[in-house]
């Protein structure tokens, strides 16, 4: 069992950067793949990034590829999003997750991660 909080977000105008920290509790943080995940108002939640478990690889999804950075700090049991050159549709609730899996293509989806963080709002605005 894992306990993910996630913190960092608040409201940006566009442009600007915000870098958000999900910090897990639990079994040991290094055996966890990590992702990130966002929700925007009716829409479904979509797969943003994820890193392996010694943050050697990374998946980002297209449209945040050289924008946003994911990394880890296993001795402190976080997984950071940098998020740079913030963009209006970057806008939603970002979730945090974590799995005992292996790094591929099903990174992607939500189905594959056993634990999930509360979520935490990032706005941004023109």
């Known amino acids: 069992q894992v306990q993910l909080v996630e913190s960092g977000g608040g409201l940006v105008q566009a442009g600007g950067s915000l870098r958000l920290s999900c910090t897990a509790s639990?079994?040991?943080?290094?055996?966890?793949?990590m992702g990130w995940f966002r929700q925007a108002p009716g829409k479904e939640r979509e797969f943003v990034a994820a890193?392996?478990?010694?943050?050697?690889?990374?998946y980002y999804r297209d449209s945040v590829k050289g924008r946003f950075t994911i990394s880890r700090d296993n001795a402190k049991n976080t997984v950071y999003l940098q998020m740079n050159s913030l963009k209006l549709e970057d806008t939603a609730v970002y979730y945090c997750?974590?799995?005992?899996?292996?790094?591929?293509?099903?990174?992607?989806?939500?189905?594959?991660?056993?634990?999930w963080g509360q979520g935490t709002q990032v706005t941004v605005s023109s």
């Open positions: 639990g079994r040991t943080f290094s055996t966890y793949i």
């Open positions: 890193i392996s478990r010694s943050g050697a690889s990374i």
């Open positions: 997750a974590a799995d005992t899996g292996g790094l591929t293509e099903a990174v992607r989806l939500t189905s594959t991660y056993d634990y």
